[in-house]
């Protein structure tokens, strides 16, 4: 009798054990990390909302990787580029000394945006998984 409640409690825990939540919510770091295909890049006049010039859709080869020892490796049209990028906190992201705002990132989607001062326009670039 025993020995059969010892198996049935071990049977018990070993299922509440298995459905326990995961209750780990990614960083912005761990979203980040990965290849990413490069959908598109506009630059929109801020007062207006226009297009500045024409948008670019990138290539099937363009991407940008984001790797945990801080670098970004990219190619986009054809050149190939590597510097460091830091994440200041879920919103912000430095490229190449730029500062980026980060607008969304999930686990397939990536948006983010850079005012340029002095010009009155906004980068926006569209990246996907």
Same mark, same amino acid.
């Not at 297009?51 to 080869?61: D, H, Q």
């Not at 705002?101 to 340029?116: A, G, H, M, N």
């Given at each position: 009798?025993?020995?059969?409640?010892?198996? +049935?409690?071990?049977?018990? %825990?070993? +299922?509440?054990?298995?459905?326990?939540?995961?209750?780990?919510?990614?960083?912005?770091?761990?979203? #980040?990390?990965?290849?990413?295909? #490069?959908?598109?890049? +506009?630059?929109?006049?801020?007062?207006?909302?226009?297009? %500045?010039?024409?948008?670019?859709?990138?290539?099937?080869?363009?991407?940008?990787?984001?790797?945990?020892?801080?670098?970004?490796?990219?190619?986009?049209?054809?050149?190939?580029?590597?510097?460091?990028?830091?994440?200041?906190?879920?919103?912000?992201? +430095?490229?190449?000394? #730029?500062?980026?705002? #980060?607008?969304?990132?999930?686990?397939?989607?990536?948006?983010?945006?850079?005012?340029?001062?002095?010009?009155?326009?906004?980068?926006?670039?569209?990246?996907?998984?």
């Amino acid at each position: 009798m025993k020995k059969r409640y010892l198996l +049935v409690s071990f049977a018990i %825990l070993t +299922v509440l054990n298995c459905c326990k939540k995961n209750d780990h919510v990614p960083s912005t770091q761990e979203k #980040i990390l990965g290849k990413w295909k #490069i959908l598109r890049f +506009v630059d929109i006049n801020e007062a207006t909302g226009a297009y %500045l010039s024409a948008p670019y859709n990138g290539a099937p080869t363009d991407y940008a990787e984001y790797r945990a020892d801080g670098k970004l490796y990219s190619y986009i049209a054809g050149q190939t580029d590597t510097f460091t990028y830091n994440i200041i906190n879920d919103q912000t992201l +430095v490229e190449k000394n #730029i500062t980026f705002q #980060i607008r969304s990132l999930t686990d397939i989607e990536f948006t983010k945006s850079v005012y340029i001062p002095g010009t009155g326009h906004t980068r926006m670039e569209y990246l996907y998984k």
